[in-house]
């Protein structure tokens, strides 16, 4: 085979997509210590990647005890919502170019929830929220011979609010569940919301009247911090503020 000249391993250096990183990872180990502590990762990486790509080069080429959720890694499991650079983003969704890389970049988790380990909070109150409003198509009477149709209006009030994706950017990124861990949360609302004004629901004022609690939908200030964060571009604020109006005129 032959060997490489000198020109061409520098003109390959030159081209060489790859820029020195540093990930900048707030670690707790509940094993080891009580405390969290940030720790620094120096990374070769394509800006072109995602931050998802650098946890996993750190997980498997640096540190193997580096704790987080992933699973599609491609925006659709909700599982990977962590707070990069201060802002809760999906990391696979969220590219190293795009987050000024000259700079380290912070990651750490989720807030609002207790952190189990590194970047793995406790999911269960947020889910338990996401139950209590009854997240399922409930009707009366028998079951039908044939689909439940619906006219493309009717299927247009709720469209917005079915893509969630039960990642947690939204109620983690609210300052009044940061204080009040009881407040069911923005993304609770939304799937309430994608029942409320499903014109083939029947539960809608059951719905509502849960949400009515004193921990419910008007614990809400209208910081738009849940629409800022939502990886799916859901109008959440908007979806909260329809949930309030449909409490007080009853009408969905
Ligand atoms: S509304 Fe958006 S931010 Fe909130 S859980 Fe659903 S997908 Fe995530
Ligand atoms: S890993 Fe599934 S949404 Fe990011």
Same mark, same amino acid.
């Given at each position: 085979m032959a060997t490489p000249t000198l020109e061409k391993v520098e003109a390959e250096s030159a081209a060489s997509p790859y820029i020195t990183v540093t990930f900048r990872i707030r670690r707790f180990n509940p094993e080891v210590s009580d405390t969290a502590e940030w720790q620094d990762f120096q990374i070769e990486i394509d800006p072109k990647e995602r931050v998802l790509d650098g946890l996993h080069k750190i997980k498997w080429d640096l540190d193997g005890t580096l704790t987080f959720r992933r699973s599609c890694a491609h925006g659709i499991?909700?599982?990977?919502a962590m707070r990069i650079n201060g802002k809760n983003r999906l990391a696979c969704k969220t590219l190293i170019k795009d987050i000024n890389p000259e700079k380290p970049i912070t990651i750490e988790a989720i807030k609002g929830l207790t952190v189990m380990k590194d970047l793995v909070v406790d999911m269960e109150p947020f889910f338990q929220a996401y139950r209590d409003v009854m997240p399922f198509l409930v009707t009366k009477g028998n079951e039908p011979t044939r689909e %439940?149709?619906?006219?493309? =209006?009717? &299927?247009?009030r709720f469209d917005d609010t079915t893509k969630c994706i039960l990642c947690a950017a939204c109620t983690s990124s609210c300052p009044v569940f940061w204080n009040d861990g009881?407040?069911?949360?923005?993304?609770?609302?939304?799937n309430a919301?994608?029942?409320?004004?499903?014109? %083939?629901?029947?539960?809608? =004022?059951? &719905?509502?009247?849960?949400?009515?609690?004193k921990d419910g939908v008007w614990r809400c200030r209208t910081t738009f911090n849940?629409?800022?964060?939502?990886?799916r571009g859901i109008e959440v604020t908007k979806a909260i503020q329809e949930v309030k109006r449909a409490l007080i005129t009853r009408r969905f």
């Open positions: 499991c909700g599982s990977d %439940r149709r619906q006219s493309p =209006e009717d &299927r247009e009881q407040y069911f949360g923005p993304a609770a609302i939304v919301h994608r029942f409320i004004f499903d014109s %083939r629901d029947e539960a809608g =004022e059951q &719905r509502l009247e849960i949400l009515n609690d849940c629409t800022d964060a939502c990886p």
